[in-house]
């Protein structure tokens, strides 16, 4: 048995180096919000080396999932293929690709992913401007049913509806076999409305990235209560967060060993099992 408990950072971003800086800046702006440091994959890897010692307990980090959504159509393949190189050259990372909106080839592309090490699809509707339920984006939806690949959704914005919470359920109406993860507790900022409007599922899923700084741990139990305990994964939108201040964040809500290990760790490793 080791002496730390391993942790799944299940929401991170990167960048090539050469472009690190500018996302940053562009993220930043966004959000209105300060940023932890500019994403670059060294980086990453380095909170990965750290052993983070919170209330006499070690953990350390030991995989990452990285991800990086294409703002016009054009950026699609390089995305992809940067994300696959980097998957490809360290196994701690998984790996979740992305297309734009206006990419019509997108069967193609989804169907691409698997050889390229590719486990999923993640889409942020805020950057790249489409309704979660709108029409035009149903046969994205449908080849990822086909294709059995989970999604996982940016969810929610302070100004933009685009990802509004109740447009997840919308689409969880019309796609139950969908497998779901809603970034951010379903919603960053409407946390009241994704409780009120998502319906429980086998198939969905929520990572707790950017969103402990803004919840309390109450909140978040009374999600787990409602979801499933199993349901829920740690995460840290690195790089708009610290993943170890995140970590001592959710640490410090107090819960219970077997459920803080579920949520750092186990529900990832099922969920991983279940994906590939
Ligand atoms: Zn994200």
């Not at 180096?17 to 932890?36: G, H, T």
């Not at 929610?156 to 359920?169: I, N, Q, T, V, W």
């Not at 198939?203 to 969103?211: A, H």
């Not at 409602?226 to 995140?246: R, Y």
Request: hydrophobic content about 40%.
């Amino acid at each position: 048995m080791s002496d730390f408990i391993p942790v799944i950072d299940a929401h991170c971003h990167i960048f090539p180096d050469k472009i690190a800086d500018k996302s940053k800046e562009a993220v930043r702006n966004f959000y209105e919000l300060p940023m932890y440091t500019s994403g670059t994959v060294s980086h990453l890897q380095t909170e990965r080396k750290q052993i983070i010692e919170i209330q006499n307990q070690k953990y350390q980090i030991v995989r990452q999932l990285i991800c990086s959504p294409a703002v016009v159509p054009k950026q699609t393949k390089s995305i992809n293929d940067f994300i696959s190189e980097t998957v490809n050259s360290d196994s701690a990372f998984i790996g979740f690709g992305t297309i734009h909106p206006e990419n019509e080839n997108f069967p193609e592309i989804l169907s691409g992913f698997r050889e390229k090490n590719l486990l999923g699809l993640k889409v942020h509707s805020d950057f790249q401007k489409f309704e979660i339920d709108e029409p035009k984006m149903y046969p994205v939806w449908k080849e990822a049913v086909l294709l059995d690949m989970p999604v996982l959704f940016h969810m929610g914005d302070r100004k933009l509806d685009y990802s509004h919470p109740r447009r997840l359920a919308h689409l969880l109406e019309d796609f139950p076999e969908l497998t779901v993860i809603a970034a951010h507790m379903g919603g960053y900022s409407h946390w009241k409305e994704a409780f009120a409007v998502l319906k429980p599922s086998d198939r969905l899923y929520f990572d707790i990235s950017s969103t402990l700084q803004m919840i309390d741990g109450s909140l978040l139990l009374k999600f787990i209560r409602k979801f499933g305990e199993e349901h829920f994964f740690f995460g840290s939108d690195f790089p708009m967060w610290s993943p170890a201040k995140e970590l001592e964040t959710l640490i410090r809500f107090g819960y219970p060993e077997t459920l803080l290990y579920k949520l750092l760790f186990e529900n990832y490793t099922n969920f991983l099992k279940e994906i590939s």
